[in-house]
């Protein structure tokens, strides 16, 4: 961890001495990651030059900044976080940057939701790890929480480059109504299906804010323990409550390693029904490069695995 930090600070310095002091066009921003690049693509058009720090279907719970970042940090006007403990990573490195910009916290305005036990898990390389917060960071699979977020964009775009607040405004209107739209279509696809085929089972417990808004549940093997020895027993229980509440489909993320649902699927008798996108977008060839299309995407995969056959 100090060996990274050394680099990095050493690499912030030279291209902070090496800035120019006045700002200049495009106004530069730094995005988190993938899903927030995409909204601040949306609000900023060409009046931005972006750098996405996590790249498409890659987990920013397990990101190691490189130098390269800590000298966009030292160069950006406008940088982009999402907040509530979800990059882990961001607070040593805008330290070792020696960045000025100004931080924006995209979840800031949203109504946060509590995280049960202080935490939640993912996996890696078939390893259950905890990701602690007093709250849900995932505010963003909720599209009424996603204008909040395009909202804060527009903002802090406005007040970085007024000459250009104008145009931020426009796109940010219209993204706006892009995303009211997915809103009613979400709802009325999940609305569609049979109220007690509503429940899915899924890598970590990313999609709270999914289940508040539209209506389905999501089970989660959250709590299993590093140790492989706790782990069978918090399996097995989730296994029971799979067959107790009758869920109807079983899905891979795309950050997510899928041995440990395959195991959770083989014991209760049920295959993965699909891929979902939680903490990242697809690459620009897969069916998620924007979340927009996410969105759908995930919907779409909801909406044919719940259906009655």
């Known amino acids: 961890m100090k060996d990274w930090l050394t680099r990095i600070a050493a690499w912030s310095a030279i291209a902070i001495s090496a800035g120019s002091a006045l700002h200049a066009e495009p106004l530069k921003v730094v995005a988190t990651f993938s899903i927030l690049g995409d909204f601040a693509a949306e609000v900023g058009g060409e009046r931005i030059a972006l750098r996405t720090l996590v790249g498409p279907d890659s987990d920013a719970h397990v990101y190691e900044p490189r130098p390269s970042d800590a000298i966009a940090l030292a160069r950006a006007d406008v940088i982009l976080t999402n907040g509530l403990e979800f990059e882990g990573f961001m607070s040593r490195l805008i ?33 259950a790890i905890f990701h602690a917060g007093a709250h849900d960071p995932h505010a963003w699979q909720s599209a009424t929480n996603a204008k909040v977020y395009v909202g804060n964009i527009a903002a802090a775009f406005c007040a970085a480059d007024a000459s250009g607040c104008q145009s931020y ?37 990313a999609f709270r804010y999914f289940e508040t808004a539209y209506g389905v549940t999501f089970l989660s ?5 590093t140790e492989s020895e706790a782990a069978a027993a918090d399996v097995a229980g989730l296994i ?34 699909g891929t979902l996108y939680s903490d990242a977008l697809s690459g620009p060839e897969g069916p998620a490069s924007t979340y927009l299309a996410m969105m759908r995407h995930n919907t779409a995969a909801l909406a044919t695995a719940l259906a009655i056959q």
């Open 95 to 127: 330290a070792a940057s020696g960045t000025e910009a100004p931080i924006t916290v995209l979840t800031e305005g949203v109504e946060s939701m509590e995280e049960p036990g202080g935490g939640h898990y993912h996996y890696v390389d078939g390893r």
């Open 221 to 225: 093997p959250q709590g299993v323990s």
């Open 169 to 205: 405004e426009a796109n940010a209107a219209a993204y706006l109504a892009d995303l009211d739209a997915l809103d009613g279509e979400i709802r009325s696809a999940i609305a569609a299906l049979p109220g007690d085929r509503r429940t899915v089972v899924v890598a970590h417990n």
């Open 240 to 273: 029971r409550q799979i067959r107790e509440t009758g869920a109807g489909a079983i899905f891979a993320e795309n950050i997510s390693d899928t041995r440990l649902l395959e195991q959770i699927g083989r014991e209760a008798g049920m295959a993965l029904a």
